[in-house]
């Protein structure tokens, strides 16, 4: 059994909070977004608008953006049409089409603060940069964007409810065994995946019951797309996490690794929770 009080990793690598907290964390985020949605897409917007503006900080942060305040005013920028389109569209291809048009414009504006920015340096990288927490943005408002359409109320539930059940079940299989492990330079291993996944779609069945727009088989598909992203959104922070080095060199980095373990799975998972959920919805 791997140590409970902290993840494995190599030796010089930046410290990490203890495993269950990895997925203890992300899986209460769930469970506020969750509350969130009850009341209506009104509330699950301003609480995804917190976690937009939160997830981009700490992305900038972690990636050590060059720009960054240009990236964050474009990002901010972006995340604000892109939540007030979703709110107001009618249907899932009209939440897609807003969003790849706000992500057109907000790359036409990275490119022209560039252009006008002094001492211009590392030019490729910015915009890079900027790009991604405009993806990451939009991508998040996809959940208002579910929510919003007929059955997405239990739509949204079933989803978010896998994607806490599987975050938290992985670190709990991670405590049991990281070997084999996902991939080199990984922490998590194919236990904690196997069981997380299990667990997403225990859960998605569980909240969608046996009634309802997304009851029986549909609900637990959704959940396990929606697992399935949310597990590799989480590797994909752990591999991140790996790159980081103990020292003052990487201590803003790996302070960011907080708040982007806590909501990129969620981030990720919206778009696929959209798409799917207008395949399993009636």
Partial sequence: MTDTAAPATTPGAAARPPVLLQGLGPALVGGALVLASLPGPGVLLAAVAVAQVVLVLGVLALVDAPSSEAAFAVAVGA???GD???LL???ARDDVGALAGVVAVAFVAALVLQLVRRGRDRVTEALADTLLVVV???CFACLVGLRDRDGGDEAVLVALAAAAACLLAG???DLVSTRPLLATGATRGWPGLLLGLGAGVAAASAVAGSTGAVSGSRGALLGLAVAATAATADLAVDLGAAELRAGR???RRASALTPVGLFLPYAALAPV?????GLVLP
């Fill in 84 to 86: 007030a389109l979703v």
């Fill in 79 to 81: 995340l604000a049409a």
């Fill in 273 to 277: 929770a959209l798409v799917a959920g």
């Fill in 89 to 91: 569209s009618d249907s």
């Fill in 136 to 138: 990451l943005v939009t």
């Fill in 171 to 173: 670190r709990v299989g």
């Fill in 249 to 251: 060199r990487d201590a």
